[in-house]
């Protein structure tokens, strides 16, 4: 189920609602405290495995119905603004993106969709792709693994846990987007 959710969190558009850190820092924490029967290794490499075909999944669709996404109306799971959004956060920081956009939630499911829209060198996605879910999954089931290693007691505590790192991760997500709002509304306004 982890590894379904780690994949339609990246690649499909309607996985953006999908709570990809707190899962990931979750079964970190869960392999620590030898509550998950896995290795630390099959962890990560098999969240990577899914979250590299995820990114690849969301460029083929970007790539195939990038213009019918442009055309479509704003609904419940899509919206334009997402995608308009993600553009401006991929041509500030260029292929920075691919690895920061791991980090924000909405960014993450829309930075490989757009990539396909944009028809970004194939090649080059590929390494970005790798690169940046390789630091993704490292970083965030690493700390939870850390974590319940030295405090195996936390796993008591695990709900407030899961309720910090939604509210951590919804922090940047929320600053980009108004960040973004502030943007458009200056530009709007010099013209």
């Not at 030898?34 to 999944?57: H, N, P, Q, V």
């Not at 969709?113 to 940046?132: E, P, Q, T, W, Y």
């Not at 796993?155 to 846990?161: C, F, G, T």
Request: with cysteine; proline share 3%.
């Amino acid at each position: 189920m982890l590894l379904l959710i780690v994949f339609a969190e990246t690649g499909l558009f309607f996985g953006f609602f999908l709570p990809g850190d707190s899962l990931l820092f979750t079964a970190g924490l869960l392999c620590g405290t030898e509550y998950l029967d896995t290795t630390i290794s099959m962890l990560l490499f098999s969240l990577c495995a899914a979250g590299i075909l995820g990114y690849l999944t969301g460029y083929l669709i970007g790539l195939r119905a990038g213009n019918m996404l442009l055309r479509k109306k704003d609904s419940l799971l899509f919206k334009k603004q997402y995608i308009d959004s993600t553009r401006a956060f991929y041509e500030r920081h260029g292929s920075l993106a691919f690895i920061l956009g791991r980090f924000l939630p909405i960014v993450r499911t829309f930075v490989p969709i757009l990539a396909g829209m944009i028809k970004i060198d194939f090649r080059r996605f590929m390494f970005l792709n790798i690169l940046g879910c390789f630091c993704w999954v490292f970083s965030i089931v690493l700390a939870g693994y850390y974590l319940g290693r030295t405090f195996p007691v936390v796993k008591d505590y695990l709900e407030w846990i899961i309720i910090g790192m939604v509210i951590i991760t919804a922090i940047p997500v929320v600053i980009t987007f108004m960040n973004e709002k502030r943007r458009s509304r200056a530009s709007s306004d010099n013209q």
